[in-house]
């Protein structure tokens, strides 16, 4: 094992942060202090090969230099321009982002849940404005097993809610106001809730590929099929690209790969190189200008250093062709996972580098599943993560990460996969 114990510095931190810090995502106790491309360190120089990019972040790459010269540059120079303001490197990724991506209007936002729940004002004034849908009528339309965010608003789309939150918005989900629900890649499920309810439908919103569920795949033209069924029904298609844009799944946006232009496209975690927090909410004219000065915003939302680093990470996008990078090293890892034919691994989901391991029914058990070989695999310097309650395991290096790597990476990962079944006890607290 990489981690037989932690150093006293480091122990205390992790004792300090399980003591004092609330929430979160159930954190391995791996402080960590450095990132440098697909490798990460923890306070004891413990080196980590990065399979997992903090979610889908790192599309870039952890720490490129050029995006964080730039997001350094903007905080010695000025640090916060809010949007009373004219922040001038908003105004330029306004322009880059309707150069690459071809959506001439941007809002920008802190977090990716921020934007889903943007893309929804956004959907429901248009609903009103444009569609002509009742007062207090206008409903979006969502899958089952999505995830758009944790905010009260974005955890009212899912289709399984934790009671202890409630009353959830309303207005929102993937039960269709007449009681239709709505199936992920299930088109007859969409079109009976459409046909039933677009008159009160104003968007239907998805994730291409769905992430947090486990990285899951809709079956060949499901997205096509659905972005039809909302043009001939006069509902906006909001593409939830937080996790699958940018480069993470092969394309600038999964959509494109599809032949989709939805109407609204939701971005986050890689928008500024995974170095501030951003997000956005884009389109064209026809739907964004139905909003306001004062429907949308945030004190911090679009800040310079953020809109800085999103500039320059939106080149590198391009000057690195980080698409092609993502989609050819996505197959080299499909192909090393597949080929290492574990019993225990009976699929390899997803495209690009985003990716999951779908692991054997059979095989899980107390010893064996997505959390303990996510933290096998971390102890043994992979870092992984359980996903689809532990019956997938989510892999998503950042797509710069080098071919070496990525071989020492599924090297280590499957001896996990064939060793862990015969250690016992917890691994990195994880029982
Ligand atoms: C598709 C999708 N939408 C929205 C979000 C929420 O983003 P954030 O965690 O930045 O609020 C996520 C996060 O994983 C996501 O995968």
């Given at each position: ?19 004092h810090i ?18 990460l360190l ?12 903090f ?22 120079d ?11 490197s ?9 150069e690459i991506?071809?959506?001439?209007r ?11 729940d ?19 009528e206008s ?11 944790l ?6 789309f ?35 809730a ?16 769905q ?22 029904y006069n509902i ?5 690209e ?16 599809e032949?989709?232009?939805p ?29 306001d000065h ?32 993502s ?15 574990c019993?225990?691994?009976i ?12 692991l054997?029914p ?10 303990r ?8 310097g992979?870092?992984?993560n359980?996903?689809?309650g ?21 090297e280590?990962?499957?001896?996990c ?15």
């Amino acid at each position: 094992m990489v981690i037989p114990k932690f150093s006293e510095k480091a122990q205390a931190i992790v004792d300090d942060y399980e003591a004092h810090i609330k929430a979160g995502f159930n954190p391995l106790p791996i402080p960590i202090v450095k990132a440098d491309n697909a490798k990460l360190l923890d306070m004891d120089g413990n080196e980590y090969i990065d399979f997992l990019s903090f979610f889908a972040v790192a599309n870039m790459g952890h720490s490129h230099p050029k995006i964080v010269e730039a997001a350094c540059n903007a905080i010695k120079d000025c640090p916060l321009v809010n949007t009373a303001f004219i922040n001038p490197s908003y105004a330029k990724l306004g322009v880059k982002i309707n150069e690459i991506l071809g959506y001439s209007r941007t809002i920008c936002m802190c977090s990716g849940a921020d934007a889903t729940d943007t893309a929804t004002k956004i959907a429901r004034k248009w609903g009103y404005t444009k569609k002509g849908i009742k007062d207090g009528e206008s409903f979006i339309l969502t899958t089952s097993a999505c995830y758009h965010g944790l905010t009260i608003s974005t955890h009212s789309f899912a289709s399984t809610r934790r009671d202890v939150f409630g009353p959830y918005v309303p207005n929102v989900g993937s039960t269709s106001p007449s009681g239709v629900f709505v199936e992920y890649g299930n088109i007859e499920s969409l079109q009976k809730a459409i046909e039933a309810d677009h008159e009160r439908i104003s968007a239907f919103m998805v994730e291409p590929i769905q992430g947090s569920a486990g990285i899951v795949d809709p079956p060949k033209g499901y997205l096509k099929q659905a972005f039809d069924l909302c043009k001939k029904y006069n509902i906006l298609f909001i593409a939830d690209e937080v996790q699958t844009g940018l480069g993470r799944a092969g394309a600038l946006l999964k959509s494109f790969d599809e032949d989709i232009n939805p109407d609204l496209v939701c971005l986050g975690k890689a928008l500024a190189g995974g170095v501030a927090p951003l997000s956005a909410v884009i389109g064209n004219s026809e739907v964004m200008d139905i909003i306001d000065h004062g429907d949308i915003g945030s004190t911090m939302a679009a800040n310079p250093p953020a809109t800085a680093a999103a500039v320059a990470a939106l080149e590198v996008l391009i000057d690195e062709d980080i698409c092609a990078q993502s989609k050819e090293k996505g197959e080299i890892l499909k192909k090393l996972l597949l080929d290492a034919n574990c019993e225990e691994i009976i699929g390899v989901s997803g495209s690009g580098m985003l990716r999951a391991v779908i692991l054997n029914p059979e095989s899980i058990n107390d010893k064996f599943n997505g959390a303990r070989l996510a933290s096998f695999c971390a102890a043994n310097g992979v870092l992984v993560n359980s996903a689809g309650g532990g019956k997938r395991v989510r892999i998503c290096p950042p797509p710069t990460i080098s071919e070496e790597d990525l071989r020492k990476g599924v090297e280590i990962f499957i001896n996990c996969v064939h060793t862990l079944k015969d250690v016992s006890g917890p691994i990195l607290g994880v029982k």
